[in-house]
């Protein structure tokens, strides 16, 4: 687990479309174009996937999420990705998540809202 922060410590660090390698880690990272990410509306209980393109946004009910940047592990695009979002309440204005969401692990870092859930499934490498 350690290496996965030690991987996205230095990853934000990064400017977009940087392959790097992160110091004691064997594996670099790849920012992807976009991103996949799911909701759940607890109320309904439907699920939806969200495609998201790096610097878009779209709105889940009464919120706003908005795709940073979308990284992953350059010798696995399928594994590991982490995204960075920013969800904000649109009636309040106020900033409900901003940070890194990791697809493999999303209870590490997550959206706390009543109503909806909101995860990482993958980057979008094409």
């Not at 779209?58 to 995204?83: H, Q």
């Not at 697809?103 to 997550?110: D, F, G, R």
Request: hydrophobic share 45%.
């Amino acid at each position: 687990m350690s290496t996965l922060f030690a991987i996205l410590a230095v990853a934000s660090l990064l400017p977009a479309q940087v392959v790097a390698q992160s110091p004691g880690a064997d594996a670099a990272v790849i920012s992807a174009p976009g991103a996949t990410l799911r909701s759940l509306d607890r109320l309904s209980g439907e699920f939806s996937d969200i495609d998201l393109r790096v610097g878009d946004r779209t709105e889940l009910g009464k919120l706003e999420i908005r795709l940073t940047d979308c990284r992953y592990p350059a010798d696995n695009p399928s594994g590991d990705a982490y995204a960075y979002l920013s969800i904000t309440d649109q009636v309040t204005g106020g900033p409900l998540f901003q940070g890194w969401m990791v697809a493999s692990s999303p209870a590490l870092n997550a959206l706390d809202h009543m109503r909806y859930d909101v995860w990482v499934l993958r980057c979008s490498t094409s």
